[in-house]
């Protein structure tokens, strides 16, 4: 019988001691040997298979196909929540299915399970089941961790933007001193150019320097954060490569350029005063239509302006577009016969 190995770990650090990738990959083929079992390792070392991940699980994947293809009769892990980690046991249950329908039974050192009998499949999922609720109880427990975290000021937002780096020696933010120059360039700058202009000047990305004047930013770079629920200041655990005098003239240099409000002109003839009702002799403008129609377009109308108060009751809409082709083609055929005399 071939025994495939599975052998994985969620995280890097805070190991346990009997669960250690070492520990797995020395103990694991020796039990199975010792078992006079043949031996297939499947490692996918440091990965979480919480729901969501399955999809990095590369060896997993090897050898869920290897047990559809039957190659293989019994799956060996340190213990069962080694191979899904899912908290909703949806992905748990599939595997118990999977091995149910291919005859493979599941072992770890101290015990052998066949989903096959009804007792196993059972005990099966109650194991699952603990699993599933330990999950959530460290889901909880690390949300709460890392609301505290963020309250005590400790960055935990990935890649820090320039000019800082991450020290793994304490454990937070430093200033990285390659980088330190770049940014006070930006930053004065800034108090005078538009973000393209800075990107060009200290060639970094538009997106980068417009992310580096945002409010968000500019506080950070003060060694602050605000509170989300209470919207207080949060001193951080970094130091400050910015003062408040100067934040504030990036800020209001920032809020000067901003770009006026584009006019979007409802439709071709609504501003030239050249259409006339025929039905009061009133002047026609454009109405925007607010609501799409089924396939997602929306259609503007000519209308009689007399149409806001109701004077003109028999005023009717025309869809834009008719009269504006008409229009147009009109236009166009006259200039492509300049020799032509107008019909007066």
Request: glycine share 8%; proline share 5%; hydrophobic share 35%.
């Amino acid at each position: 019988m071939i025994a495939a190995i599975y052998i994985r770990k969620s995280r890097e650090d805070k190991n346990k001691p009997s669960h250690r990738l070492s520990v797995q990959r020395e103990q694991l083929p020796a039990h199975a040997r010792a078992q006079g079992w043949q031996v297939e390792v499947y490692d996918d070392g440091h990965a979480s298979a919480a729901r969501g991940k399955t999809e990095d699980l590369q060896q997993r994947s090897r050898l869920e196909n290897d047990v559809k293809d039957g190659k293989i009769g019994l799956i060996l892990v340190i213990e069962l929540s080694r191979l899904s980690r899912d908290d909703s046991l949806q992905d748990y249950v599939a595997w118990l299915h999977l091995c149910s329908q291919h005859q493979v039974k599941l072992a770890t050192p101290s015990r052998i399970l066949d989903p096959v009998q009804h007792s196993d499949w059972m005990l099966l999922l109650m194991e699952g089941g603990f699993s599933s609720v330990e999950m959530k109880v460290l889901q909880a427990r690390m949300a709460e961790g890392r609301v505290e975290a963020y309250r005590a000021g400790k960055y935990l937002a990935g890649n820090p933007p320039i000019p800082y780096r991450y020290d793994r020696g304490i454990g937070g933010l430093v200033v990285d001193e390659t980088k330190i120059e770049t940014f006070r360039r930006m930053m004065e700058l800034a108090e005078t150019h538009p973000a393209n202009q800075v990107a060009e000047m200290v060639g970094l990305p538009a997106i980068a320097v417009r992310r580096a004047i945002s409010d968000n930013r500019l506080r950070m770079y003060l060694g602050q954060r605000r509170d989300p629920d209470t919207g207080d200041i949060i001193q951080g655990q970094w130091p400050a490569v910015l003062d408040t005098e100067q934040a504030e003239r990036v800020r209001r240099n920032r809020g000067s350029r901003r770009k006026a409000p584009r006019r979007d002109f409802a439709a071709l003839l609504s501003n030239l005063d050249l259409l006339t009702c025929g039905y009061c002799g009133r002047n026609i403008r454009a109405w925007k239509n607010g609501r799409p129609r089924v396939d997602g377009t929306r259609i503007d109308y000519y209308g009689c302006r007399a149409k806001d108060n109701g004077a003109c009751k028999q005023s009717r809409m025309l869809p834009t577009h008719i009269l504006d082709e008409r229009v147009l083609v009109n236009l166009f055929g006259n200039m492509e016969r300049p020799n032509l005399r107008p019909c007066l």
